[in-house]
Nanobody, 114 residues
Framework: QVQLVESGGGLVQPGGSLRLSCAAS????????MGWYRQAPEKQRELVAG???????KYADYVKGRFTISRDNNKTTVYLQMNSLEPEDTAVYYC????????WGQGTLVTVSS
């Protein structure tokens, strides 16, 4: 059974930064497009950033210029650097393939509040 493990979330003030990490046991990310998703309690889960096998990236409009997705294929790890965080970014952040095919992990909670 594949297990996705997200880490790096926490409580930050508006304008602050966090870097999230994603790793998986029982699976190798090298040959799949990957993405970061987020879900606030009152909203649908949404794709916020994606990265292809060749490291081409895409972003939701509301995070462009603030978030950067990257991957380290040697470590089969995916990262999300989040800068200039806003209260609206508060959510549980998940990683998965893009499109999502794996069971969802527990996610990591990002709370942006003064």
């Amino acid at each position: 059974q594949v297990q996705l493990v997200e880490s790096g979330g926490g409580l930050v003030q508006p304008g602050g930064s966090l870097r999230l990490s994603c790793a998986a046991s029982g699976s190798n990310f090298r040959f799949y497009a990957m993405g970061w998703y987020r879900q606030a309690p009152e909203k649908q889960r949404e794709l916020v950033a994606g990265i292809s096998i060749a490291r081409s990236t895409k972003y939701a409009d509301y995070v462009k210029g603030r978030f950067t997705i990257s991957r380290d294929n040697n470590k089969t790890t995916v990262y999300l650097q989040m800068n200039s965080l806003e209260p609206e970014d508060t959510a549980v952040y998940y990683c998965n393939t893009d499109p999502a095919r794996l069971p969802w992990g527990q996610g990591t909670l990002v709370t942006v509040s003064s």
